[in-house]
Every structure is written in structure tokens, then in C-alpha cells.
């Protein structure tokens, strides 16, 4: 795996960059501490805005300082992602925590706070949730940091720690998270994603309205991806397992982030992912001899049975090719609906590893050939 690793660095050590869910028995629940609609606002000295106003945001600072009991604090941002979600860090006697702020009109909270209890469980690092308003959608968790692995591998960190370690992880949650009561990544799902990358990027973005050829190709292409889906084995899916939600950490490595839209579904999912990432690209090498190690690994745990390892590609192939759509699809929806542009720069990426599958794939020829043709 090294070798292959390094082949992939350049010179300074850079890669290409080319309904709610049941407890489980026995697991903690987080503090709920919930405001009352007229409670006084006390924010401390340090911690008043400076922006212009943000009602959100002063109703988090309400539920800190008034309902928590925070003294004297600092708020910052600390990140934001492709949701309505925003996260600050809160920072008070040298403890770092952070605040998640989810208007609950626009996001469930309540499968984030089930499924970290059942990832911790399973040993996986998560942030622990230490207090919530899940009627107004904030949560106050444990701080994973600020270095997440694409940041960590654009720095020089040792990509064979980082992988290996991230492998370990998701065989745990394969392994050992408990899937009862979550969604199926069934056929009406797999193929409402699709059309995503239909209407956002094809007919929004691209302004493209498909010859009756181009939409028999891309309906026989759409078959053979969401057949390629169901016929795997099932198993825990985090659904973004990638780069920029796994986080540096000195123990416990990785910490895990934006596990709440788990599902159960294709094995393959979250692995592919991973190795062929929309926003850091591997060689075809690397991606394959990590592959079918990893498939290795899941047939002696039992979550596969034996199974040819060519198959296994071809799910890795299909199941890669039906994300990286979706992916470009809410890429593009996220430049014209929400006004984030800056996702624009991964579709390339993105849409390469499409053109590369579907080169192989006869069945997904008809997608390569209007690829080309839209020029994606």
C-alpha cells in the first residue's frame, strides 16, 4: 500500500488534488436543555456580535449563556457544509467545544444525537453530544479539532497512517454498529439521486435537454447503477465518507463527522468514497489493491460471502459511478439554488471518475458517450 501511496505524492509529500431512530439499550442520552420562548438574552461581554444580525445566532448564544449557564465565552465559526447546517467553535477556561446550529424547519437533529451514541458504541470517534434543543435545533458537542484528513494529506501527513486508519474505522462501523431501524438505500432513492445530476446538472447547469438517444442511453446507464447497488450485500453506510468529514486526531484516529444521514445499504458505498474521493484523487492502482484488501477483510468478518474479485470491482465500479452523479447533481444545485459556488471546482474531478468507469463498463456506455458530448 505505500509504495502505491507514493506514487501519488508529488515532491513535497502532496496528493493529487485533483423517522427518528431508536436508542440503544443501555446508551447515554445527552443533556436537553431547552430555552423558554421569552427568556432574557445575557450574552456575556466577549461573546456579542459584531456581524450584523443573525437571529439564529443570537438564539444560540441565549441558549448558552441563559440555559447552560456559560460565563464568560468566545463564539467563532468554525465550519460550515453543503446543509443548512452552520457549526461555531465555543471556547471558555481553555475548553474548545462545539455548537451546531440546525434550523429544525430545514434539518432532523434527532439522527445525528441516535447514531453517535451507536457509533461511539462501536468504537468509532465521534463527537459526544453533551447538551441539545432539538425543538430549535442546537446541540453542543465534543471538538474533533479543525484538521480534517484532506488538509492533513495537502500538509505532508503520512497517507499510509491516515488510510489505514481510516479503513479500520469503517470496517468497525461494517462490523459493529447496529443498523436496525435505519433507512434502505432502495431503488426509489438511488434513483431520485440521479435525478439530481438530470435536473441540477444536466438541465440547470448545463442547459442541455437530451436527444431521444442520449436519454435511452442514460435511462439503460441509470438501470445498471442502481442494479449494481441492489444486488451487493447490505450493510452500514455513513454515506459521506470522505476526506473532508474524517478528522486528524493525535488518539482515537479518525474522528468521524456527518454520520446523520446513515443508511443500509450497498457495501461498497462507503469504500469507494473513500478511494475515489470528489475532492482528492488516487491511481487506478492504489484504488484497486486497496479495494480488494479491504474486500478481503469484510469476507473474513462475514459481511460478505466469498465473492469473485472481479465482481467485487464491478460493484465498486457501479456503486462509485452512482455517486460521483449524485455528487456533480448537488455540486451544481449548491452553486445555483444556495449560492455556494465554490463547489463547481470538484466536478471535474467528479465527473472524471465517471468517464473512467463508464470506458470500462459496456453498460454504462451510453452515459460515457453523452458525457463527451455535453463536454462534463
Known amino acids: 500500500m505505500g509504495d502505491i501511496l507514493a506514487r501519488n505524492l508529488t515532491a513535497t509529500g502532496r496528493p493529487a488534488i485533483l423517522p427518528a431512530l431508536p436508542r440503544l439499550p443501555g446508551a447515554p442520552g445527552p443533556r436537553t436543555v431547552n430555552a423558554p420562548a421569552n427568556a ?55 475548553e474548545s467545544l462545539i455548537l451546531m446550529d440546525a434550523p429544525p424547519e430545514r434539518e432532523d437533529s434527532r439522527p445525528f444525537v441516535e447514531l453517535a451514541a451507536r457509533l461511539a458504541a462501536a468504537g468509532v470517534t465521534v463527537p459526544r453530544v453533551l447538551a441539545t434543543d432539538l425543538a430549535r435545533g442546537l446541540l453542543l458537542v465534543t471538538d474533533l479539532g479543525s484538521t480534517h484528513y484532506l488538509a492533513a494529506l495537502t500538509g505532508g501527513e503520512s497517507p499510509q497512517r491516515l488510510y489505514g486508519d481510516a479503513l479500520e474505522a ?4 461494517q462490523t459493529a454498529v447496529p443498523t436496525r431501524g435505519l433507512p434502505a438505500y432502495d431503488e426509489g432513492l438511488l434513483r431520485r439521486e440521479l435525478g439530481v445530476f438530470r435536473e441540477w446538472y444536466l438541465g440547470r447547469h448545463l442547459g442541455v435537454t437530451l436527444t431521444p438517444d442520449q436519454a435511452r442511453g442514460l435511462a439503460a446507464a441509470e438501470d445498471a447503477l ?41 457495501v461498497t458505498y462507503d469504500l469507494v468514497s473513500l478511494l475515489r474521493d470528489c475532492y482528492v484523487a488516487w491511481d487506478t492502482d492504489f484504488v484497486r489493491e486497496t479495494a480488494l484488501g479491504y474486500g478481503r477483510r469484510l469476507e473474513a468478518a462475514g459481511v460478505i460471502p466469498r465473492t469473485d474479485p472481479e465482481v467485487f470491482l464491478r460493484w465498486l465500479d457501479l456503486t462509485g459511478a452512482q455517486r460521483h452523479l449524485k455528487a456533480a447533481g448537488i455540486f451544481a444545485r449548491l452553486h445555483h439554488r444556495d449560492g455556494k459556488p465554490h463547489y463547481l471546482a470538484d466536478i471535474p474531478r467528479t465527473l472524471g471518475y465517471v468517464r473512467e468507469v463508464a470506458g470500462r463498463r459496456a453498460e454504462l456506455g451510453g452515459l460515457g458517450e453523452l458525457l463527451e458530448q455535453v463536454g462534463a
Open 40 to 94: 432574557p438574552v445575557t450574552t456575556p461581554p466577549s461573546a456579542r456580535p459584531s456581524a450584523p444580525p443573525d437571529a439564529r445566532l443570537d438564539l444560540a448564544r441565549r441558549w448558552l449563556s441563559g440555559e447552560l449557564g456559560f460565563g464568560d465565552y468566545t463564539l467563532a465559526p468554525a465550519s460550515s457544509d453543503a446543509s443548512f447546517r452552520r457549526y461555531f467553535r465555543v471556547t471558555r477556561d481553555g
Open 226 to 266: 442502481v442494479g449494481g447497488a441492489l444486488e451487493q450485500p447490505r450493510a452500514f453506510v455513513h454515506r459521506d465518507y470522505h476526506s473532508r468529514n474524517l478528522m486528524l486526531l493525535a488518539e482515537g484516529n479518525p474522528g468521524v463527522l456527518d454520520f446523520q444521514g446513515a443508511l443500509v445499504g450497498p
Open 170 to 173: 469503517l470496517l468497525r462501523m
